[in-house]
């Protein structure tokens, strides 16, 4: 949980992951030995719950670094700029007085647009933010205190 909280602080996130995998390590260790003096159901209820744990810490580090390819953001950009010259070439050839008008909405929509999907790319690091997520494991950490 540290290692998102620390965020956008790469190196402290790093220094905190680090921490986590040392301290998952730990856990397993002891387990293991804990569980040679267990009943012999034991290991097939303990050792599933403890992998599953640890995946979750697997599964969101390989989500935090999972991006668009180059390719979509290429594209993105694109299809930005073909939308602005054709807004442009029709606004162009308009005679009313609330060009200017047609040009700032555009603009605005299609920068906003832009950002907030390079926002939602990274989620810890931008306007959207997904801290609440993590309230549930705040609140499981407390109930366990």
Known sequence: MGVYRV??????????????????????????????EAPSYAPGVVIPALNQMI????SRAIAALTHPPLLIMARLSILGFACSLLAGYVIAGSQTRLVGLHVLGFALMLTTTIYLIIDLDFPRFGFIRLDFADQGLLDLLARMK
């Open 55 to 58: 995946d979750v810490t697997t």
């Open 7 to 36: 965020l956008p602080d790469i190196e402290a996130s790093t220094e905190q992951a680090t921490i986590a995998t040392a301290l998952q390590q730990e856990i397993w260790a002891e387990t293991i030995a804990a569980l040679a």
